[in-house]
């Protein structure tokens, strides 16, 4: 019974998305496929905990205490506020957008990238990429990175997965394609995008390789379509990601 329950409420929860930020109870339970009673009882018990808030015109949001509880998350609380710096730094010399992120992978066939982090500016080119949001692997700079740091029987599971879906006419949806698109950011440790995310963009990303109690990490930049800047950002992409591993070792260590 308490296992159905929590299963509900993670319906009920996971509703919410970036599009639709604030939704009534009927549009909660029908995105949830619930019955609208379940839903006003459970939308009670949780605006009593925090966990959802009223907004105006009988309708909810988040509430702040499930926010406060994410941001006890490793990924919050050791990554991103250790990385915060490195990411500044990165920005400060590029004037680009900065990413982290890291593998959210229960299975092959439901991994999907997680955006930890990201610094932007006035200038820098614009991306779809948020805090929190998710995006696929295999048509971010960042998820081609964490691809590349899977071993091959995961890799395989996931190439299988059907369809790899386009977000732009030049994403990579074969499998022989991306496998060997994988291959090369293998080879030279750093993985690039081609406008496969958003047209216009070039994207340079570097995974951080193995750091105890956090899933695997990518550092990035995403900039204006630019061949010629692709070396320079992967040579400052890479330090950085040498860095802030180094630093999140370190720490463990103390």
């Keep these: 019974m308490a296992e159905g329950m929590l299963r509900r409420a993670m319906r009920v929860l996971a509703a919410f998305d970036e ?10 339970a029908e995105r949830a496929g619930l019955p609208r009673s379940s839903v006003h009882r459970m939308l009670v018990q949780l605006v009593a905990e925090g966990v959802v808030d009223r907004a105006p015109d009988h309708r ?23 990385a915060l710096p490195h990411l500044v730094r990165l920005y400060e010399a590029t004037g680009e957008n ?50 590349a740091t899977r071993a091959e029987p995961w890799l395989t599971a996931y190439l299988a997965t059907a369809p790899l879906l386009p977000e732009t006419t030049r994403s990579i949806t074969d499998a022989d394609a991306l496998r ?60 950085a990601a040498k860095d802030l591993a180094s630093d999140l070792r370190a720490a463990d260590s103390r």
């Design 98 to 147: 900065v990413h982290l992120a890291v593998l959210d992978a229960p299975s092959p066939a439901s991994a999907s990238v997680l955006f930890a982090a990201r610094i932007t500016g006035r200038a820098s080119v614009p991306t779809l990429g948020r805090m929190g949001g998710r995006h696929p692997l295999h048509t971010t700079g960042v998820g081609k990175a964490l691809l």
């Design 180 to 239: 060997a698109d994988i291959a090369a950011a293998r080879a030279r440790g750093y993985a690039v995008t081609h406008g496969e995310m958003t047209l216009g963009n070039v994207s340079v990303a570097a995974p951080l390789g193995t750091v105890t109690g956090l899933p695997p990490i990518a550092l990035g930049i995403v900039a204006h379509a630019d061949e010629t800047i692709v070396p320079r950002l992967a040579h400052m992409v890479l330090a």
């Design 60 to 82: 909810y949001a988040i509430g702040a205490r499930l926010w406060e509880l994410g941001e006890l998350s490793p990924i919050a609380f050791r990554l991103r506020e250790r």
């Design 19 to 28: 599009d639709e930020p604030v939704l009534s109870a009927a549009e909660i």
